[in-house]
């Protein structure tokens, strides 16, 4: 997880535990309050996990083969 998504993670805990509201959340968070809604809601189904950004992990569109990457490091 990046700093953000710690960030967002420990936000959006408090907003759970009722002592931060949605919307002083997201000025937090410095997202709208429509993109917090979205976030909270994610993070109740899928907790902390749910806000990594979804293609963390994934090999770019743009990258070389593998065979390609080899011969130039050769």
Do not use: P, W
Not at 20 to 26: D, F, H, I, R, V
Not at 33 to 52: N, S, V
């Amino acid at each position: 997880m990046s700093a953000r998504e710690l960030k967002r993670a420990g936000v959006l805990a408090r907003v759970a535990a009722a002592t931060l509201t949605l919307k002083s959340a997201a000025r937090v968070m410095e997202v709208s309050y429509r993109q917090a809604k979205r976030l909270y809601r994610r993070y109740q189904t899928e907790g902390a996990a749910g806000l990594t950004h979804r293609s963390a992990g994934r090999r770019s569109n743009r990258a070389t083969t593998a065979t390609i990457r080899d011969q130039a490091l050769a």
